[in-house]
């Protein structure tokens, strides 16, 4: 059993995290706020070409060495025939829950965000003024509330805004650390998207099931898990590595070992359809 955790310890955690601190200081990070880029990148819907309803999440890596291990998480959402989104999150300086501070789809330092949930039409448009009310119950609204790890930071604002609203469902992602936050020691809650339900020890231990997520363990607020869904494993650091992203892997290596033609169409056929690493 002794032997079991070891690999665990060192498959699981150690090794994801040393290769997602490799990888991620060598595409580097900006010096500080100042030098980043925080501008749109135009993948939200136009409000004035989608005139429903709109309820999204966005995630992003997080700022500097922070961005190895985790994302950094947001709402917005549109009522029907709306000129403009609304952006809901929290940040670590100043009053932490912070609206429309940064474009709706923004950078954040420099990161490039991507689509994590998209709920348009008469679902979202009911959606809308309970996901308000829920921000402005936020618990964790004082200054000096933040906290990097294990919590409370923008990734448990967004999980308990879900956990208010269950119809919302934000199936985070597996580096959303501090989504599993909760203030008591122990604590039974729903999952983040509301399909299911985990055990949290002030979200540095524990374990849940659901039927988006799948299978989580968390230990230090990092997440190891099988999302049977989407036939993935999830890890800390790296994020949703699914079959494709293996594939890509394997024909990144043929095609380094020289093995021609079979190589190149591997790496072609896994660039074609590689899920995002962001997950």
């Known amino acids: 059993?002794?032997?079991?955790?070891?690999y665990l310890a060192i498959w699981g955690f150690v090794?994801?995290?040393?290769?997602?601190?490799?990888?991620?200081?060598?595409?580097?990070?900006?010096?500080?706020?100042?030098?980043?880029?925080?501008?749109?990148?135009?993948?939200?819907?136009?409000?004035?070409i989608e005139r429903r309803a709109v309820v999204q999440v966005y995630a992003a890596r997080a700022g500097r060495w922070k961005g190895i291990f985790a994302t950094h998480s947001w709402i917005l959402v549109k009522p029907a025939n709306a000129a403009r989104f609304t952006r809901f999150e929290v940040v670590g300086w100043g009053a932490p829950v912070r609206v429309d501070n940064f474009p709706a789809d923004g950078r954040w330092y420099g990161r490039d965000p991507w689509i994590v949930s998209d709920l348009r039409g008469a679902a979202a448009e009911k959606l809308i003024p309970r996901i308000r009310r829920a921000v402005g119950n936020y618990p964790h609204r004082a200054r000096g509330d933040y906290g990097v790890w294990p919590g409370p930071n923008s990734n448990t604002f967004v999980a308990w805004v879900s956990r208010q609203v269950p119809e919302f469902s934000a199936n985070l992602p597996a580096t959303a650390l501090g989504k599993d936050y909760a203030k008591a020691w122990v604590s039974l809650m729903p999952m983040p998207s509301n399909t299911g339900w985990q055990v949290s020890l002030k979200g540095v231990l524990g374990v849940g099931l659901a039927r988006a997520e799948g299978f989580e363990l968390h230990v230090l607020g990092?997440?190891?898990?099988?999302?049977?869904?989407?036939?993935?494993?999830?890890?800390?650091?790296?994020?949703?590595?699914?079959?494709?992203?293996?594939?890509?892997?394997?024909a990144t290596a043929a095609h380094a070992l020289g093995l021609g033609r079979d190589g190149s169409r591997l790496k072609k056929e896994a660039a074609a359809g590689a899920a995002s690493p962001h997950r």
């Open 15 to 48: 090794l994801p995290v040393a290769f997602g601190a490799l990888w991620f200081s060598i595409k580097g990070w900006p010096a500080n706020w100042r030098d980043a880029d925080w501008s749109a990148t135009g993948i939200a819907p136009d409000p004035r």
């Open 222 to 250: 990092m997440t190891l898990g099988v999302d049977l869904d989407d036939l993935s494993l999830k890890l800390p650091s790296l994020g949703q590595v699914g079959a494709r992203d293996v594939m890509a892997i394997v």
């Open 1 to 6: 059993m002794r032997g079991f955790f070891k």
